[in-house]
């Protein structure tokens, strides 16, 4: 009876041991697979900020600007931006229908009120295809026509932080896919953070433009005001970029035009009335206003 008894609490101790085990593996696993997926995560992570940082470090940004003339550059909003190119942008998507701002006569220096009319329905493919042989050269804010895919690679030469005198050296000896036959140039942007003049600002621009029309002597060149910033972020104090310096430099560009025989392109009204175009650095500008920008110069040679 006894020995019963002692089979039967040795049993009953097994049977603890073994669900003990059991438990202890169980808790094991689960904090191996919790381990290996936050693991995963990490890895799947790190891959698409390879990705979507493989552009700025391509640009070479430090070593693209002269005498580290940096300005306020928010790379968590870049970051955003690229990876939606990357990942979840689809054309389909950045070819939603856009309000379209009442056609002027972008050569008058000068506000205009927008008025809204019908939505903007015209695919992609007109713009690459009407653009194939012209050629956009700026700074990140016409780094983003090749982003989101509105232009060929080949039809965008741009180059994040670049101003008017990294230009003036680039383009020398810079190779590029294409003759053109028209170029739309925007710089100044960058400039105004650190040049202090008018007068310096022009002599930095003439002598640019001087190089680019030495590399293609038989394009139409096109000088385009620089786009304002958000009125949110002008009206910061510690901003280094504001509305007054970069209507200052506009000033100085179309006077150019002028003096060269150049056309002077000032979109600066598509912005001025649609603060909802900026992202919420107040420089850069959001997908959809491109596709609104392109349809007003293509309204140029239209």
């Known amino acids: 009876m006894r020995d019963n008894f002692e089979y039967r609490r040795k049993k009953r101790k ?8 059991i438990f202890i593996l169980i808790i094991l696993g689960a904090i191996y697979f919790l381990y290996n997926n936050h693991k995963l995560n990490n890895k799947k992570e790190k891959i698409n900020l390879d990705e979507v940082f493989e552009g700025i470090k391509q640009a070479d940004i430090v070593k693209n600007l002269v005498d580290k003339e940096i300005y306020n550059y928010n790379f968590s909003i870049r970051e955003k931006e690229l990876l939606a190119y990357r990942k979840k942008v689809k054309e389909e998507e950045l070819a939603k229908l856009l309000e379209k701002g009442k056609e002027i006569d972008p050569k008058a220096f000068k506000n205009v009120k927008v008025a809204k009319s019908s939505v903007n329905t015209v695919p992609i493919s007109v713009y690459t295809e ?10 990140s804010i016409t780094e983003e026509l090749k982003y989101y895919k509105f232009l060929y690679e080949n039809n965008v030469f741009s180059k994040i932080g670049l101003n008017t005198d990294t ?10 896919g294409i003759e053109p036959k028209n170029i739309y140039l925007m710089m100044g942007l960058n400039d105004s953070v650190f040049v202090k003049t008018e007068e310096k600002f022009k002599e930095r621009y003439v002598a640019m433009l001087d190089a680019l029309q030495a590399k293609f002597p038989n394009a139409k060149i096109y000088l385009q005001a620089i786009f304002p910033v958000s ?19 506009n000033s100085v ?4 035009a002028s003096e060269r025989g150049l056309d002077f392109l000032d979109f600066s009204y ?4 649609n603060q909802n175009y900026f992202e919420p650095d107040g420089m850069h500008l959001k997908s959809k206003f491109h596709k609104v920008w392109l349809n007003e110069v293509k309204n140029i040679n239209s």
């Open 14 to 21: 097994s049977r603890r041991i073994f669900s003990s085990i």
């Open 130 to 139: 009407f653009f194939k042989n012209d050629l956009f050269i700026g700074d």
């Open 167 to 176: 230009l003036r050296k680039l383009l020398p000896n810079e190779k590029f």
């Open 231 to 249: 009125k949110a972020l002008d009206e910061k104090e510690d901003a280094r970029v504001n509305n007054t310096k970069i209507n200052s430099f």
């Open 253 to 256: 560009i179309k006077s150019i």
């Open 270 to 273: 598509l912005l001025n009335e």
